[in-house]
């Protein structure tokens, strides 16, 4: 993130602290690093750790064993915050960002199923592919499932340079829909069961993603005042 260098052999802040000191990790940093770090280690990190950001415990399987009672109770305040009983049909792509952002973004929005809607969900970055992201979503309690037939085949996704091109592939997706209706009425299932659902692909824009299709297909046909929201805001009925 070009935060740090390695000069002279030693750490050191690449850019100046006062212009990052609100997103440091730890209150109070100034030069050199290693004098500045916390003096514990091991479990007794970790308790700091949650002690200042208890966020960070919510799903953690060894906060009971380290904490105290008032931690505790501020973990579970914080678990509570995030909970959240508004259905809402979440879209998002993972372009452009880490793993980590990723799923942040699912736990912070209390999502509880993840629905993949890739033909092929293999990915050369980093904890994409069906596996891993299954893995991680499990570690974090969120619902995997992967629904390849409302996905779009590699070889209709091959050569789309252009608005045109992007344009004429959502149309003959858009005009197969009505033969994907099983698994759109499963999806329908899945957001009236479980409230909170996301659709996921690659592209950070969903106009260029044909889970777009998918949201304004249950918006239109199955839930005419759903909510959904993209890229950070909220929006409901017939918002496109």
């Known amino acids: 993130m070009g935060w740090l260098e390695n000069k002279d052999d030693k750490i050191r802040y690449a850019v100046n602290t006062c212009l990052i000191g609100e997103n440091l990790p730890f209150e109070g940093f100034a030069s050199p690093i290693s004098d500045q770090l916390p003096k514990v280690r091991g479990n007794r990190l970790v308790k700091l750790v949650y002690q200042q950001y208890p966020y960070f415990a919510i799903n953690s399987r060894i906060a009971g064993s380290i904490m ?3 931690g505790m109770v501020r973990i ?3 678990k509570e915050q995030l909970k959240q009983t508004g259905q809402m049909l979440f879209t998002i792509g993972y ?4 793993v980590e952002r990723y799923l942040n973004s699912l736990i912070k929005n209390d999502v509880r199923v993840l629905c993949d809607v890739r033909n092929n969900p293999l ?8 596996n891993s992201l299954q893995k991680y979503l499990g570690n974090v309690g969120i619902e995997y499932i992967h629904i390849p037939e409302l996905g779009i085949s590699s070889e ?10 992007y344009q004429n592939l959502f149309m003959d997706y ?4 009505p033969n994907r209706l099983e698994y759109l009425e ?4 899945l957001l009236v069961s479980k409230s909170r659902i996301v659709l996921t692909c690659f ?3 969903p106009s260029h993603c044909h889970r777009h299709l998918i949201r304004d297909y249950l918006k239109k046909t199955a839930l005419p005042t759903i909510w959904w929201k993209e890229k950070g805001l909220i929006y409901q009925g017939e918002k496109g």
């Open 68 to 70: 105290d009672t008032d």
């Open 76 to 78: 579970k305040k914080t």
């Open 95 to 98: 372009e452009g960002i880490s």
């Open 123 to 130: 990915s050369r970055k980093f904890g994409f592919s069906k």
């Open 156 to 165: 209709k996704r091959n050569n789309l340079n252009s608005d045109d091109d």
């Open 174 to 177: 858009e005009a197969s829909l």
């Open 186 to 189: 499963n999806l329908h299932h």
């Open 203 to 205: 592209e950070h824009d």
